[in-house]
């Protein structure tokens, strides 16, 4: 069974650009989330949604950030305009819904904002 | 809301020795999962084990132990003869019930010498 599948898996763009990222979960779950990870600010969780839904979207650094989940099985997160602090490996993860249900992570996305 | 506290400095452990990494939470639900993450040199965080807050005996897979204890709210993981693979970042994580956010800890980096 395939995991949870994240494109690209490298971005390099420049400041100012639109940056989308893009998230296929695992077939049969119904959780997904979003997170930052970087040095200074470790893991993060930007956003996450279930059955589709955003349900909690308060660590979304501001305006610029924005995530879909048109249905079961794709999301993105959009970065309009990009920043060089943007600079990160971004993780969707899923799951099933329920706090014994461990999250399953995808390999991420590193983002280099020039 | 939960908490996670890591606050070990990072640690070196000699090759086939056992480790033990601490874990501290803090919440006011009566129901929740405490979970282990690895995240090697690479990057992907890979699930390691998980405890249910009502079960009576530490979670156990393979060469991972949890020493859970719940009146001190403390989910300490024990890495077993400790192997080079073992090197990586550790995150202690909970998920508490009606709550889908999984809070995560800042990390024990381990560090396996031969």
């Known amino acids: 069974d395939a995991g949870v599948i994240q494109s690209p898996r490298h971005e390099v763009t420049e400041m100012g650009q639109e940056v989308t990222l893009r998230c296929k979960p695992i077939?049969?779950?119904?959780?997904l989330f979003w997170y930052r990870q970087t040095m200074m600010r470790g893991l993060e969780l930007l956003i996450y949604?279930?059955?589709?839904?955003?349900?909690?979207d308060s660590g979304m650094p501001e305006d610029r950030f924005s995530a879909k989940m048109p249905n079961a099985s794709f999301s993105t997160l959009k970065i309009q305009p990009s920043e060089p602090r943007d600079s990160a490996v971004y993780f969707c993860?899923?799951?099933?819904?329920?706090?014994?249900?461990?999250?399953?992570f995808g390999p991420g996305t590193r983002l280099t904002v020039t | 809301a939960q908490k996670i506290t890591q606050t070990q400095p990072g640690m070196f452990v000699q090759e086939k020795e056992a480790v033990t990494l601490d874990c501290t939470y803090d919440?006011?639900?009566?129901?929740?999962?405490l979970f282990w993450y690895k995240q090697p040199s690479s990057g992907e965080m890979i699930f390691l084990i998980y405890?249910?807050?009502?079960?009576?005996q530490n979670a156990t897979e393979g060469r991972y132990s949890l020493n859970f204890q719940k009146a001190r709210k403390s989910a300490n993981l024990v890495i077993s003869a400790s192997q080079l693979g073992d090197s990586a970042m550790y995150f202690c994580?909970?998920?508490?019930?009606?709550?889908?956010?999984?809070?995560f800890g800042k990390g024990n980096q381990v560090v396996v010498i031969p």
């Open positions: 993860a899923s799951s099933l819904i329920g706090f014994e249900y461990e999250q399953y």
């Open positions: 077939s049969g779950h119904n959780s």
């Open positions: 949604f279930n059955n589709n839904v955003p349900i909690d």
């Open positions: 919440t006011s639900d009566q129901s929740y999962g």
């Open positions: 405890q249910g807050s009502y079960d009576e």
């Open positions: 994580a909970m998920r508490g019930y009606g709550n889908n956010r999984l809070a």
